[in-house]
């Protein structure tokens, strides 16, 4: 209102604006290569035309990064008690948090399981396989992927393998782009059994379940007599197969009156070796 005085008198009206600030309220763009924290930045700047002398807001920054990928660098604002909202516009911008994979060579050791057993005419196996080292800590067992199967399996004596291969694993983290896996075979071993027959005094923890028939003696007709034993399993309820099971083996003179020793020599499911006698009697 302008009021006249002195040599003038009256009064009239004009107007004029006291205009908004606009203010740009902008969060920090950062970037890492992951290493299994949590990226975050505080800052906060604040840009446009600035807030008035004096006044301000303060502000609580929640984004957050730590897989690889990015996301938004979020945060809320709240106005200073001298600072009046209507003063201003206010425009929030959010930078951007980037994590990028981590791309050294990482490099992970599995060995597959290895189990023994003693032929007793079941099939055995062995299953699994353990991660035995990782070269960097920040590389995890849940980031390996496995397909096919871990198992070796047996009935009969010898070593079965699982072919386990670096093939069959595979890296499923996103925060790792060269992952090596060097794999060492797991495997089953199904030792021979003993083939020497119980005694009356063997322990049943040691028993065989191996008994034998000693072969039948002949009589003296000049010809050779390699008569044969029959050895049996009874764990497995088997009659034991020369040339499978065992070998025999016999004393020098199996023509002559006297006393013939045969060597029974396991092979194949049975190791070891014992020896049963019979006789050459004489004709009268």
């Known amino acids: 209102t302008v009021t006249g005085i002195g040599n003038y008198e009256g009064s009239f009206e004009v107007t004029y604006e006291i205009t908004k600030r606009h203010v740009t309220l902008t969060s920090a763009d950062d970037e890492k290569v992951y290493d299994g924290s949590t990226l975050t930045n505080d800052t906060v700047t604040v840009g446009g035309d600035k807030f008035a002398k004096k006044e301000g807001a303060t502000y609580n920054v929640t984004g957050n990064q730590t897989e690889v990928g990015s996301s938004e660098n979020t945060f809320t604002y709240e106005l200073k008690s001298n600072t009046t909202a209507s003063n201003y516009n206010i425009e929030v911008k959010f930078g951007e948090l980037k994590v990028t994979p981590f791309t050294d060579k990482v490099t992970v050791t599995i060995k597959g399981h290895e189990d023994t057993a003693t032929y ?9 396989y353990e991660v035995t080292n990782i070269s960097n800590k920040l590389y995890k067992v849940n980031n390996i992927g496995f397909t096919g199967e871990a198992k070796a399996e047996g009935t009969a004596a010898g070593t079965y393998q699982m072919n386990l291969t670096a093939q069959q694993f595979s890296n499923i983290s996103q925060n790792f782009t060269d992952v090596e896996f060097v794999v060492e075979d797991g495997s089953l071993t199904i030792n021979p059994k003993s083939i020497t027959p119980d005694g009356p005094d063997t322990p049943d923890e040691k028993k ?3 008994t034998v028939t000693a072969p039948e003696g002949s009589k003296y007709d000049g010809e050779e007599h390699k008569n044969k034993p029959t050895v049996t399993d009874t764990k497995t309820n088997r009659t034991l197969v020369e040339g499978t099971d065992y070998t025999l083996a016999y004393s020098e003179d199996v023509i002559n009156a006297g006393t013939v020793t045969v060597t029974v020599t396991g092979i194949g499911n049975y190791e070891g070796s014992f ?3 019979y006789e050459i009697t004489k004709r009268n």
């Not at 007793?120 to 699994?128: A, L, M, R």
Request: aromatic fraction near 0%.
């Open 120 to 128: 007793d005419g079941n099939p055995h196996s062995v299953e699994g």
């Open 208 to 210: 065989t379940g191996i």
């Open 275 to 277: 020896e049963v006698t």
